[in-house]
Nanobody, 119 residues
Framework: QVQLVESGGGLVQPGGSLRLSCAAS????????MVWYRQAPGKERELVAT???????NYADSVKGRFTISRDNTKNTVNLQMNSLKPEDTAVYYC?????????????WGQGTQVTVSS
């Protein structure tokens, strides 16, 4: 079955760094765009970063220059390197796999990992 398992979350001080990882299984990883979302308490889920199947990346304005998304198709993993963390980055971070083909969308989600930025 399809699984997306996030890891790497935790508590970090402002200005610190964390590296999130998402291990995928049960589908052809290289065919999917991979996306990191986050949801802070009381707020809607927001897109953080995307990486296409070909490796093109996009970022939310709020994280540009601080976060880097990458993927390893040999290991079926996607990572999110987060630097210069701010308290407003505190959220549950979710890994998403997405593909649209022949008018049908395939969308898979991980269970989320908590990131807390606080002194």
């Amino acid at each position: 079955q399809v699984q997306l398992v996030e890891s790497g979350g935790g508590l970090v001080q402002p200005g610190g760094s964390l590296r999130l990882s998402c291990a995928a299984s049960g589908f052809t990883f290289s065919n999917y765009a991979m996306v990191w979302y986050r949801q802070a308490p009381g707020k809607e889920r927001e897109l953080v970063a995307t990486i296409s199947s070909s490796g093109s990346t996009n970022y939310a304005d709020s994280v540009k220059g601080r976060f880097t998304i990458s993927r390893d198709n040999t290991k079926n993993t996607v990572n999110l390197q987060m630097n210069s963390l701010k308290p407003e980055d505190t959220a549950v971070y979710y890994c998403n796999a997405f593909r649209s083909i022949w008018g049908k969308a395939y969308n898979y989600w991980g269970q989320g990992t908590q990131v807390t930025v606080s002194s």
